[in-house]
Structure formats: structure tokens, C-alpha cells
């Protein structure tokens, strides 16, 4: 279970050792590298994007990096998934079975359009 950080506060009270993370609160740039230096162990911090957008500016030069995910469903078994935003267009199936049972789907459609041929 995350640890929740209630208030700016309560991140110069943490552990050492504690994390991940949970920010319930809108976190500035400035809380958020009083949290690195903190935790310095620390590796992920999950914003909601309403918030990183707001210290992505000030954090994205002092080298950290920004992973931003996209909501998809699958076509097969409709299940939604997360997949990272620079791959959107690419992951299409959830699973590696999903992705089968489209293969299998495609090459019967083609054997069926060809036999009608």
C-alpha cells in the first residue's frame, strides 16, 4: 500500500525507506524535490496529470523524467488497460491471448474472402 502524504508537512517527516507515494495534496516543484531530498531513494512519484503539468516545467530541467499513460479498451475481450502515451497508437491488445485470438480472427477472414474469391 502507497503511504499518503496528506500535506507539505508531512514529507520532511518521512522515512527514509518509505515509499511509493501518494500525494494527496498539489504538490510545487519545491515540494516535490523536498521530497527527493527526503527520500532519496525514491524513484517514482505518480502525480495525476492536472499536477505534473503544473511542476513539469521546473522538474524537466533538473533532469527528471516524465512518463505520461493513455486509458485504452481492447477489441477483443473489451477490457480496458494502461499503456504508456508514446506507444498509444501501437498497443491495441491487452494481452498477448487477445492478440492471438485477432491473428486467428484475420487469417480465417482471409481464407473465407479468398475461398469466395
Request: hydrophobic share 35%; glycine share 2%; charged share 25%.
Amino acid at each position: 500500500m502507497d503511504k499518503v502524504v496528506s500535506s507539505r508537512e508531512e514529507i520532511f517527516t518521512l522515512n527514509l525507506n518509505e515509499h511509493p507515494f501518494h500525494l494527496a495534496f498539489r504538490p510545487s516543484s519545491k515540494d516535490i524535490f523536498g521530497l527527493v531530498e527526503t527520500c532519496p531513494k525514491i524513484e517514482v512519484i505518480q502525480l495525476p496529470k492536472s499536477y505534473a503539468n503544473t511542476v513539469k516545467t521546473n522538474l524537466k530541467t533538473s533532469g527528471w523524467y516524465f512518463m505520461e499513460y493513455v486509458r485504452k479498451t481492447c477489441p477483443v475481450c473489451g477490457n480496458e488497460f494502461i499503456v504508456l502515451k508514446k506507444v498509444e497508437e501501437k498497443a491495441i491488445y491487452c494481452t498477448l491471448e487477445c492478440l492471438s485470438t485477432a491473428q486467428r480472427r484475420m487469417k480465417k477472414e482471409n481464407v473465407s474472402s479468398f475461398m469466395s474469391a
